[in-house]
């Protein structure tokens, strides 16, 4: 008997043996709030995708894939990934296990931040270097907001 014919038999008359149809993973809620927290830090700093990669030592693709939350991050690469944001690990993690009201507004923030929009209004203000025009210009927002 054959080495394939050997393995077939055993797939099909030992049922424990038999290949189990791979059901496709669904992205784990806290997997993409992680991703997304990575893009936020990379657009924050203007880097593009190839060039966090190439940090990384891993493709353009792969970051797509962690900050979509469709690849898990292993705790070395996240360990990386905070060294290279300049941030601390736990950055990724700050309210994840709190309520769900606190880690929907938590979304709703980081969403906004990945807005073209949002990160040049948040960079010109970090470069405002009066605490009066700072206090000024927020008042302004608010009030446009209706805040």
């Known amino acids: 008997m054959s080495a394939e014919r050997a393995v077939q038999s055993i797939e099909t008359s030992n ?7 791979m059901k496709p993973r669904r992205g784990d ?5 992680i991703g997304t927290r990575v893009r936020t830090l990379r657009l924050q700093r203007g880097w593009s995708q190839t060039e966090l990669g190439k940090a990384l030592n891993v493709t353009f693709q792969q970051i797509q894939k962690y900050e979509k ?13 905070s060294e290279v944001l300049n941030v601390p690990v736990t950055f990724f993690y700050s309210g ?5 009201d606190e880690q929907r ?5 980081f969403r906004f931040l990945q807005t073209d929009g949002a990160l040049r209004l948040v960079r010109a203000y ?14 302004l927002a ?3 907001a209706g805040d």
């Open 69 to 81: 939350g469709t690849n898990r991050i292993s705790a070395g690469r996240l360990q990386r990934i």
């Open 126 to 139: 970090s470069r405002i270097k009066q605490p009066k025009v700072r206090l000024q210009l927020l008042r």
């Open 29 to 33: 809620p806290n997997d993409m709030e």
């Open 15 to 21: 049922p424990p043996y038999r290949r189990a149809a």
């Open 105 to 109: 507004s938590s979304d709703i923030d």
């Open 96 to 100: 994840l296990q709190g309520s769900r």
């Open 142 to 144: 608010e009030t446009v």
